[in-house]
């Protein structure tokens, strides 16, 4: 299975792509989609699109995780990352692409073990688990692919529990 994981933003997109045989997760390609602050939001966005919209493309993801938002502070920001999400989720949707979603808690559980790990123990835990000579930067690309990771956590267990009858 191949994984996408996508961490939303409107001047860094992290993306880590991953293969996923049994308990086994390769990375395949990770890095970040970079816009230019002076631009306007519609230039950006359309930017973002064509990249993912590229890199769906040359990858064929089996699935694209996308980090939920979460903003307590700055609503401006909110508005503009949630319509960057909006083009990613559309570029998926029109690739045939399934789409989940994670809280960064729920990734913070599934790579850590604990949903109030600080950023940099979900950074050297992706690390590890990838066998990466270093924590990639910046640090939307680590956080992509620890959504990567979520979702290989998270499919093996929907898939357990399906073979017990239970539904998603």
């Not at 049994?22 to 631009?39: D, F, H, M, R």
């Not at 890199?55 to 508005?79: C, G, M, Q, S, Y």
């Not at 990639?136 to 680590?142: C, M, Q, S, Y």
């Amino acid at each position: 299975m191949r994984i996408m994981g996508i961490d939303p933003g409107i001047a860094i997109v992290g993306f880590g792509i991953l293969d996923q045989k049994g308990n086994q997760l390769k990375p395949v390609e990770y890095g970040s989609i970079q816009t230019e602050a002076g631009l306007s939001t519609a230039t950006r966005l359309k930017q973002i699109y064509d990249a993912c919209t590229k890199l769906f493309a040359e990858h064929r993801p089996d699935v694209v995780a996308i980090e939920k938002l979460f903003f307590n502070r700055n609503v401006t920001t909110a508005f503009t990352v949630g319509q960057a999400r909006g083009v990613m989720m559309l570029a998926a949707e029109e690739a045939n692409i399934p789409i989940t979603e994670y809280t960064p808690l729920q990734v913070k559980m599934a790579v850590v073990g604990y949903g109030q790990a600080e950023k940099k123990q979900v950074q050297e835990m992706v690390k590890v688990l990838l066998g990466l000579p270093r924590v990639p930067k910046p640090d939307d690309v680590a956080d992509a692919l620890a959504i990567a990771i979520c979702e290989a956590h998270s499919s093996s267990v929907i898939h357990k529990w399906s073979k017990w009858g239970a539904k998603r």
